[in-house]
């Protein structure tokens, strides 16, 4: 077996210096090994944690060393392939010779961006694209559509199904929706049970309970046939020939007239 040697000393990534282990945190996770450490070492962890200007200045004044270190040769180097010219001046009163001052351009474009744009408009159009956060997006106004008049059932437009959606709430507040026919929708509305909310919609005004508290109290609780005291609900067209439960086709009764008169006609019931 052969001996793998472990490196004992690792170069921190911010001063470039090669320092021991000890003064490298030590990596967590799944995939780390037992040697790998992380790249500050306690020094340079210290002056960035810390934040102290001076911590901040030796870290630098070492990085700017090590980088002077390293391009020393190579500015040797490049200075040693150039030719040496010779800095002595023409003089200007020899035959022959004319004097040549340096082209300055009067007129100097500004500089324009990657896009072709001025910088000015492009930071434009960069602020334009993005608003603020406290600023709120301007939207155009909306100009409001058609609504007709609640009792307008004139307006009412059926679907390709020839249906209106009609909706309600139940005695305990619960909402609810159906669709009926247009023929339907229009008689609601016009015995006043409904009221119109759009073209095709309609909305029922009362409940069960509210529809017939409605009743009793519109009619003080008296039989619209004898006089006498009623608390039952009648329709005066029989929901079995085609009445509905509107407030102009229910009436307060006693509960020996809503009885009696069963599915009759008014006139037939009246006339015995």
């Known amino acids: ?8 000393s690792k170069q921190c990534a911010y001063c470039h210096q090669h320092k021991p282990l ?14 790998s450490r992380r790249g500050a070492c306690r020094e340079c962890r210290k002056a960035r944690e810390s934040g102290s200007a001076k911590g901040l200045l030796q870290v630098q004044g070492a990085e ?36 040549t001052a340096p082209k300055v351009h009067q007129h100097s474009l500004p500089e324009r961006s990657k896009e072709g744009k001025h910088p000015a408009a492009a930071a434009g159009s960069r602020a334009k694209a993005r608003p603020r956060q406290g600023e709120q997006r301007r939207r ?8 007709p008049e609640p009792g307008d059932y004139s307006a009412l437009i059926p679907s390709a199904k020839g249906m ?11 909402r609810w929706h159906q669709e009926i026919d247009l023929e339907l929708a229009v008689t609601l509305v016009r015995e006043h049970a409904a009221v119109v909310v759009n073209r095709r919609t309609i ?3 009362y409940s069960n309970k509210d529809f017939r508290a409605l009743i009793l109290t519109r009619d003080n609780y008296t039989c619209h046939f ?12 029989p929901r079995a020939k085609g009445g509905h439960t509107t407030p102009d086709n229910c009436v307060c009764a006693c509960n020996l007239c809503n009885q009696t008169k069963a599915d009759q006609y008014v006139e037939e019931f009246m006339g015995r």
């Open 226 to 237: 004898c006089g006498l005291y009623g608390d039952t609900i009648d329709h005066l067209l």
């Open 1 to 8: 077996m052969t001996d793998i040697s472990l490196p004992l």
């Open 64 to 99: 700017a060393s090590v980088l002077a270190r390293a391009s020393a040769p190579a500015a040797t180097a490049s200075a040693a392939r150039q030719p040496v010219q010779s800095t002595a001046a023409v003089p200007a009163s020899l035959p022959g010779h004319k004097a």
């Open 164 to 174: 209106i959606l009609m909706r309600g709430h139940s005695d305990k507040g619960r």
């Open 140 to 147: 155009p106004p909306q100009t409001a559509g058609f609504r």
């Open 203 to 205: 909305r029922r005004l």
């Open 22 to 35: 000890s003064e490298f945190r030590r990596r967590t996770g799944k995939r780390s090994k037992g040697q």
